[in-house]
């Protein structure tokens, strides 16, 4: 019986193309990316923070809105330090106002956005620089995840920082009084830089997209 000749300095890979045998040094290098794992993994335990410090202050919001005293004057508190029923050290509040209600929401969207930037950052992450996961026909894959790339990624990432920092923005404004005029100029400012700086990262990757595939075309012609 005839055996297929055995290369063994090359594996088919899924497509039925040889894998080709890197260097040591080059395969040592290769394999550094695993460094960043931990990292990664650091983040996710970062996340469950974010998701126990939201599950307690929902806890405070239901609580003071069930008008408990101490719930309410510990969120009024924190919303609204400035307050003279928080200076003063009372405790007797017994109903929440609309402004420090719409703060505490506005604080768990601030949670929820964060968390979102950090699962965009693990997952993108690590499909871009570390492994890739093979999410394909997967009915939980996340649509950004079809085409993510290390641009697309920084994309992203420059607008949910936009949606962060739109959201501490508003409350500030809506607790003005709080802050002086040096405070709220530096915030908008600040605000602004995001968004130059988003727009900035889009037209880079777009002029960025459009040379490699002009140069794609003329390397097909």
Request: charge should be negative; hydrophobic fraction near 50%; charged fraction near 10%.
């Amino acid at each position: 019986m005839n055996h297929p000749p055995n290369d063994k300095s090359s594996d088919p890979n899924q497509n039925g193309d040889p894998i080709k045998r890197l260097p040591l040094m080059a395969n040592v290098l290769f394999a550094s990316r695993w460094l960043q794992l931990p990292l990664y993994f650091g983040l996710a335990i970062a996340q469950g923070v974010y998701v126990v410090h939201f599950l307690i202050e929902l806890f405070h919001l239901v609580e003071a809105a069930l008008g408990m005293s101490s719930a309410v004057y510990e969120l009024t508190c924190a919303a609204q330090p400035q307050l003279e029923a928080c200076a003063a050290g009372a405790a007797q509040m017994h109903k929440l106002t609309e402004t420090t209600i719409m703060l505490v929401v506005l604080g768990l969207i601030d949670v929820v956005m964060i968390s979102n930037l950090l699962i965009m950052v693990i997952v993108g992450g690590y499909e871009t620089f570390v492994s890739r996961m093979n999410l394909q026909n997967h009915p939980d894959q996340p649509e950004w995840l079809s085409h993510v790339n290390a641009g697309v990624l920084k994309v992203k990432l420059a607008t949910a920082i936009i949606g962060i920092s739109s959201i501490h923005l508003l409350k500030t404004f809506i607790n003005a009084s709080a802050f002086d005029v040096k405070t709220l100029v530096a915030q908008t400012g600040i605000h602004v830089v995001f968004l130059l700086s988003a727009l900035a990262i889009a037209w880079t990757e777009k002029v960025m997209g459009s040379v490699a595939q002009q140069a794609s075309s003329s390397g097909q012609h």
